[in-house]
């Protein structure tokens, strides 16, 4: 198994420019979610899908749009970026099991930075 | 509003010594806590507690969940330079739908 996989790993854009972060993986996990990390910040939950075909904000969902076409992608765009969403961007997935968490597992990561 | 809060934001200490990472969490109807390590990647996962496992241990570390004062603790004993890193502890929301992170304890262990 790839486990969970991003691309790009890293990404330079100018204000204003939209782009696309991929997001995919290959354990049939029903739960996935993204997230962004800024310094001192910890990790502030974007997106997220509990399944193909639904999708809901999280607490940063501004500026960014999701969907979920399929269980193994989740791809985050950013329609119009701007400086404040310079961010390491991570896509995590775990097995929906009701309200008791299990394990999430985290993508490598994607530093965006907007200049 | 769900909030989890972890102490303190940083620490520097040497090899050899023990270490306590502290995480206060205010969330209704609470489900679980999770503690991950984050190195100069993304993090990993290292204990989830629960109603039903309130202690867990793996090697040097280990974790204690009190539910009644809402609160858990991450001990490493004999630390190593290898511990260096950021750990993060998460808990559940209430609707089950997301996972709300601390911002996280900076550890350095110097040799």
């Known amino acids: 198994n790839a486990g969970v996989t991003q691309t790009p790993k890293f990404q330079v854009l100018k204000t204003g420019q939209s782009m696309t972060l991929q997001c995919a993986q290959d354990m049939n996990h029903e739960y996935m979610s993204w997230y962004r990390q800024d310094p001192g910040m910890g990790l502030r939950l974007i997106h997220y899908?509990?399944?193909?075909?639904?999708?809901d904000q999280g607490e940063v969902p501004n500026g960014y749009n999701v969907s979920r076409s399929t269980t193994e992608d989740f791809p985050l765009r950013l329609l119009s970026a701007a400086p404040s969403q310079t961010s390491v961007y991570f896509c995590?997935?775990?097995?929906?099991?009701?309200?008791?968490?299990?394990?999430?597992?985290f993508g490598p990561g994607t530093r965006l930075t907007v200049l | 509003e769900d909030k989890v809060v972890q102490s303190p934001l940083s620490l520097v200490v040497h090899e050899g010594d023990t270490v306590t990472l502290n995480c206060s969490y205010e969330?209704?109807?609470?489900?679980?806590l999770l503690w991950y390590k984050q190195e100069k990647k993304a993090p990993t996962f290292l204990f989830m507690l629960t109603s039903s496992g309130i202690e867990k241990k793996s090697g040097r570390l280990s974790s204690i969940l009190d539910k009644k004062e809402l609160f858990s603790i991450l001990n490493i004993t004999a630390t190593q330079t290898g511990d260096s890193a950021v750990y993060l502890c998460?808990?559940?929301?209430?609707?089950?739908?997301?996972?709300?992170f601390g911002k996280g304890t900076t550890l350095s262990v110097s040799s």
């Open positions: 998460a808990v559940g929301n209430q609707a089950g739908t997301a996972l709300i």
């Open positions: 969330v209704t109807n609470f489900r679980s």
């Open positions: 995590a997935s775990r097995k929906s099991s009701g309200r008791l968490y299990n394990e999430q597992f």
């Open positions: 899908s509990v399944g193909a075909g639904i999708t």
